[in-house]
C-alpha cells in the first residue's frame, strides 16, 4: 500500500479540534484525581475507623473497576437512574477522574507513610490538630517524595482519555475515526493519533525522570 497523508492534512481542523478535547478533558481529570487522591488518601492514613473506611472502599472499587466500564456506566446508566443526562464530557471526566483518584489517593497514602512516626508525634505534642498536621508538617514533605509517581499517573490519565471515544466523546480517537470514515483511510489516521499522542506524552517523561533523578539527588 502507499501511505496518503493528505487526507489528514486537509482535515487538521478536525485533528486540531480533537486534541483540544483531549487536552481539556485531561486538565480536568488530573487536577480533579489529585483533590480527590489528597482527601481520600488522608481517610487512608486516619486511624478514625468512619474516615478510614470509606476511603478504603472508595479505593477498592474505583482503582478495580475499569475505566471503560465508568464512562459506559455514567454515560448510560446514571442518567437511567437519576433522569439527569451527563454530556459525554462530563461522563467521561467522572469516570477517568474517579480512577485516578483512586490511584493517587494510593501515591498520597505512600507518601505519608513514608515519613518518620516521629514527625507526627511532635506536631502533636506541640498541640497541632490534624488538619494543621497534615498541612503543615506532612504534606510539604510528602509531596516532594510523591512528585515522580504522580507525573507518571498524569500521564496515565492523558494517555486514558482517548477511551472516552467509545461514548463519542470529541477527542483524538474519535476525530481519527470521523477522518477515516469519510476518506477511507483507517491506516494514515490512526497512526497520526499514535503520533500526536507519543509527542505529548514522550517530553513528560524525559520530565517525570529528570525530576526524579533531582528529588533522588537532593535526598
Known sequence: MQWDFQSLLNNWRALLTGLTGTLSLAV???????LIGLVVGAGRYSRRGFARWPATAFVEFFRNTPVLVLIIWFYFAFPILTGQKLSAFTAAAIA?????????AEIFRGGMQSLARGQWDAARAIGMNYPQLMRRVILPQAIKRMLPAFTNRAIEILKTTAIA??????????????????????IEAYTAVAIIFFALVYP????????????????
Open 204 to 219: 513528560l517523561t524525559i520530565v517525570a525522570r529528570s525530576v526524579e533523578r533531582r528529588l533522588r539527588v537532593s535526598e
Open 28 to 34: 480536568v481529570c488530573i487536577l480533579a484525581a489529585a
Open 165 to 186: 471515544s467509545i461514548v463519542a466523546y470529541y477527542e483524538l480517537l474519535h476525530s481519527a475515526r470521523v477522518i477515516a470514515a469519510a476518506d477511507f483511510n483507517p
Open 96 to 104: 477517568i477522574s474517579l480512577n485516578g483518584g483512586a490511584f493517587a
